[in-house]
């Protein structure tokens, strides 16, 4: 619903993400909206408090704490008896309150199959695509007890479990049937125990279809997919795997603890409910809508502490695809990005010595306690080496994601049957892309802009030339969801206050020698300075290049390699210039290779890092 | 901002505590409200079904199947015990020579016969399955064939990190004072069936040779994590745990790394030593977060009423005890002498809110109070 502007002076939004709850104060003030104060209180998703309210009311206490500083005004007040005062009276409270979530975390599945290695070992698969932790693969021959099947689906209370079983020309259905009367007698509820019941989702064979309504409807929220298993030599995994994801977007993620009462706070100026927006849902709308303005090909990505999304719109038809990877973010999922990406891949980030023994446990105590922050260079520079790796994962599974054709099948022979994959052609071209946002913890807050520049374009390895700009404070949530109250107010905001842009990444596609010319550049920057080098293959050049303005550049890519026009071809843009400026990386893409020894490795970390201004120069040597 | 809210686990001398004890299939409940019970009393029970054992017959008899009905010893719904013949032919011109016959390979019951295929299924005996109580105390609710409500007051320690199921044992002190590192050699056979406590680490060798000793837990301030990947022989990548199969229970109370055991979390166990405690590892870091527990029982008077307290919210307040929980000084423990309010530079150079702390060691620092836990006095 749509409200008038004059109806709405002073809006509250918060976004409760897994670890933090982030609250923002819009207000209009001589004469125009704008994001004046932000707040921000650990998510209260632990016992004693358990009660995601409380994380929202602490965030609002610090917001009218800082708005009574701000306006040198002691009255103002935004919460009376531990509630938020809606509508707004003078310097009592506010016309709205607003809130978009993604308390609820990761997503931990379960899946069953009939024989486990066969629609056993499918139905893992597609959970795993689809960006799950599988908890457990319970199997009719997996050798447990019935009870010990049902114990397990208790304790461990997944947030969804998804059921594969017998090809569709079985002869018979009966296991899984019966694995079915397994989970019903388990009587799974949501973990948090909230205004919906356990989404089920059914990918077995379509025999059985009748018998698992009668045996599951009524218990659990059941969902029937296609078999993702139809035949012994085929598996089916997209329709599965793309039920997960929706479910889990539109349904889990969201609900926490307390959700129920937040439900019941998020009231426009008439006091009608304005429902909570999914997280991911409200920065997909900023996205496209930001494409759609521009006429754009984007790429957005928001980290958070346990899910990391991706937001692409690409090819002429504005193709829009969003994806959460379940299991990748910078805190409660921090030890994932570690089990999944590896030690290794981490180091290949780290410009000193680390005993790997004290990074393993770094990582391990952020999970355990989320909230915390680096205080420490070294800290900071490790959370960051992670990050890119959360980054570059969850864009690999975008990819996967964003192909032209939903649900491709794969067939293959019987010997094949074993170790299939997905497979798709992605739409995802990182040569016509226009722009890359970052939005979430670790890129809004770096202390430094130059940081967030290297960890995007590190993770993501733009080529050719890319516009890159970030959400100034994260609040692309706070404004999607604004949007559904006043479309105006939000695009306002964000056009002010939001999306910054912070400099251009030009880099050629292709790997040459080292030592050979990668790129010649001719740069006539708003000063009337000149920037031309020669640059040689494995390097970066940072030009400053001021926010508002452009440079305007010639840039022939080396032998062999391409810049979007062609191998060898030259081209001329006019670069976006911001709070980091124009970066020229010729270090190579496509592959994009770094040394693995450390003696030849870590040189050349400090080298570009102190080229980027990434971190104090001191502290680098 | 005098004050603000800060995570902190519960360590306290006092507190009522609820278990719910449900079968994973309805039973038969055996205690009754109000029953004092014990943790290792059993309070409901039921019996699955036994496994399925198919038996060809009428192959091993030698006869075709369509005959097997005339040489069959049992029918659908006996009971049988292993040896026991089930079919045997005649013998030799029904003589009685050379008879062949099948005996039961296991003790159960006959499920079904098929004159098509010659099989025979039969069915072991139903599994029985108990459910305990876990924690000394009195049951407040029974639910009518699933389970009951134990409720009882006692000393009270959450861990953060664990592995492993219940458990229950007498605490044994193995650690002098709280920064001890666990040494194996302590670990000797009269620490089987207790709960060991270490103080700031206990390393693999500890864990294996409590494994080996069968020490039922271990309670350390910390472990690494190095360690845990080759105990288990798998990263942990998300924390959900407590169905680890390792031998012994383990509850860590301060995090990874060797980490001073917080004093009065040692001071605790210290008080309670030779006393019967439960222990469970079971943690889920997410939304609805689970941390595992230590509980020690308190004697409860006669018709004492049980009230659980109203959760509190800890706060920072001038004076408060804290734990610094990042580094650096990561670990230490002390007192909020000051609560800044505008925005610091630290290190990183990340603009953040801080406090002063006058750390145990006599030290007065600043650090980002996102950085800190409160310790419950």
Redesign the interface.
């Known amino acids: 619903m749509q409200y008038e502007k004059k109806k709405l002076t002073r809006i509250i939004a918060t976004d409760c993400g897994s670890t933090t709850t982030k609250a923002i104060l819009i207000e209009f003030v001589d004469g125009e909206y704008r994001q004046t104060v932000r707040g921000e209180a650990p998510t209260t998703v632990e016992a004693p408090l358990n009660d995601v309210t409380r994380g929202v009311l602490n965030a609002v206490q610090e917001l009218e704490e800082l708005a009574r500083l701000k306006y040198n005004n002691p009255n103002i007040t935004l919460i009376q008896d531990a509630k938020l005062v809606i509508p707004r009276n003078g310097d009592i409270g506010s016309d709205a309150y607003v809130s978009t979530s993604s308390a609820g975390g990761g997503l931990q599945m379960m899946v069953t199959g009939v024989v486990a290695k066969m629609t056993g070992e499918s139905a893992e698969r597609a959970a795993l695509g689809a960006g799950a932790i599988v908890m457990d693969l319970i199997a009719s021959n997996d050798q447990r007890l019935d009870h010990e099947k049902i114990e397990r689906i208790r304790h461990l209370r997944p947030d969804m479990i998804l059921m594969a079983g017998h090809t569709d020309n079985a002869t018979s259905n009966k296991h899984v049937i019966e694995m079915a009367e397994l989970v019903g007698a388990a009587d799974p509820k949501p973990r948090l125990g909230s205004s919906y019941k356990l989404p089920v989702i059914y990918a077995g064979t379509i025999k059985a279809r009748e018998d698992i309504e009668r045996t599951l409807g009524n218990k659990v929220g059941l969902m029937i997919t296609e078999n993702l298993r139809p035949t012994l030599e085929r598996e089916n995994l997209g329709p599965a795997r793309d039920e997960i994801h929706n479910i889990f977007m539109e349904h889990v993620m969201q609900q926490a603890p307390g959700y129920n009462k937040l439900m019941a706070w998020t009231v426009g100026p008439d006091l009608k409910p304005v429902p909570i927006m999914p997280t991911p849902a409200a920065v997909g709308n900023i996205m496209q809508t930001i494409a759609k303005q521009e006429n754009i090909e984007v790429l957005g990505v928001d980290i958070g502490g346990a899910t990391t999304d991706v937001f692409s719109v690409f090819t002429d038809e504005h193709i829009f695809n969003r994806t959460v990877s379940a299991n990748l973010g910078m805190s409660y999922s921090i030890s994932n990005i570690l089990a999944s990406a590896g030690l290794d891949n981490i180091l290949r980030w780290v410009p000193f010595d680390i005993d790997v023994k004290e990074l393993r446990n770094m990582i391990k105590n952020k999970m355990i306690r989320p909230t915390t922050i680096p205080a420490l260079f070294k800290e900071l520079v490790l959370e960051q080496a992670i990050a890119k790796e959360a980054l570059r994962l969850a864009f690999v599974q975008h990819k996967e994601f964003a192909v032209s054709l939903k649900g491709t099948q794969k067939s293959s022979d019987i010997a094949e049957a074993f170790s299939q994959s997905e497979s798709g052609d992605t739409i995802v071209n990182m040569l016509t892309l226009d722009l890359m946002v970052g939005s979430g913890g670790v890129l809004s807050h770096a202390p430094r802009r130059h940081q967030t520049m290297m960890m995007m374009i590190d993770a993501f390895l733009p080529e050719g030339v890319t516009k890159i700009a970030v959400d100034s404070i994260f609040m692309m949530p706070h404004l999607g969801v604004l949007a559904s109250i006043n479309e105006e107010i939000a695009t306002e905001v964000f056009n002010k206050d939001c999306m910054v842009y912070i400099g251009s990444c030009v880099a050629p596609v292709g790997k040459i020698k080292e030592g050979k010319i990668a790129l010649e550049a001719r740069i006539e920057l708003p000063d009337g300075t000149v920037f031309e080098e020669k640059i040689p293959f494995g390097e970066l050049r940072l030009i400053p290049c001021p926010a508002g303005s452009f440079g305007k550049a010639t840039l022939k890519p080396g032998r062999g390699l391409d810049l979007g026009a062609g191998k060898n071809q030259e081209i001329t843009a006019n670069l976006i210039g911001g709070g980091v400026g124009i970066v020229l990386d010729t270090r190579g893409r496509r592959p994009f290779v770094i040394p693995v020894e450390a003696a030849e490795r870590v040189p050349r970390l400090i080298k570009w890092m102190k080229e980027l201004k990434a971190y104090p120069q001191e502290l680098l040597n | ?1 005098a004050q ?2 800060s ?1 902190g686990l ?1 360590v306290t001398d006092n507190i009522v505590l609820r278990k719910d004890r ?1 079968l ?2 309805k039973g038969e409940v055996l205690v009754k409200k109000g029953d004092r019970v014990k943790a290792n009393d059993v309070v409901a029970q ?1 019996s ?1 079904p036994g ?1 399925v054992v198919p038996f060809k017959v009428a192959n091993k008899l030698g006869v075709p199947a369509e005959m097997l009905g005339n040489f069959l010893k049992i029918k659908v719904g006996d009971e049988i015990k292993k040896g026991q013949v089930i079919a045997e032919t005649k013998g030799l011109f029904g003589t009685g020579w050379f008879k062949t016959a099948v005996k039961s390979p296991i003790d159960g019951e006959v499920e079904s016969i098929s004159a098509a295929t010659g099989n025979a299924v039969l069915r072991e005996p139903r ?1 029985p ?1 108990q459910i305990k109580a876990f924690i000394d105390g009195i049951v407040t609710e029974v639910i009518k064939d699933e389970g009951v409500v134990v409720e009882n007051r006692s000393a009270y320690i959450q861990g ?2 664990g592995l492993a199921g219940e458990t229950t044992g007498q605490i044994k002190m193995l650690a002098k004072s709280p920064v001890d590192h666990l040494d194996p050699a302590l670990i000797t056979p009269d620490c089987k069936g207790k709960i060991i406590v270490a103080g700031a680490l206990c390393s693999l060798e500890a864990i294996k040779k409590a494994a080996e000793v069968g020490v039922n837990a271990i309670i350390s301030g910390g472990v ?3 360690d845990l ?1 080759k105990l288990l022989g ?7 745990t ?2 680890e199969k390792i031998g012994v229970t383990l509850v860590i109370t301060e ?3 060797p980490i001073t055991m917080a004093k009065n979390t040692f001071d605790l166990l210290k008080r309670f030593e030779g006393q019967q405690a439960s222990v469970h590892g ?1 943690t ?6 689970m941390r595992p527990e230590v509980i020690i029982p308190l004697p409860l008077g006669e018709g004492e009423q049980l009230v659980a307290e109203e ?3 800890s706060s920072l307040e001038i004076g408060s005890l804290i734990r610094v ?4 000084n ?1 670990g230490e423990i002390g007192r909020i002498t000051e609560l800044p309010e505008i925005l610091t530079k ?7 809110r801080v406090l002063k702390v006058k750390l145990n060691n006599g030290k007065e620092v600043l ?2 109070r ?2 800190v ?1 409160v310790i419950a006095e």
Do not use: C, W
Request: proline share 5%; hydrophobic share 45%.
């Open positions: 901002m603000a809210y995570a519960t449900i994973p299939l039921t699955l496994n599994i399955v953060i990190f690494d994590d190095e990947k798998y990263d942990i990548g998300v924390a959900i407590g169905h995090g990874f790394g079971f889920q870091i997410r939304a609805g977060v959760a509190k919210m929980i990042r580094q650096p990561f630290v290190e990183s150079e990340t603009m953040v650090t980002p996102a950085n836990e």
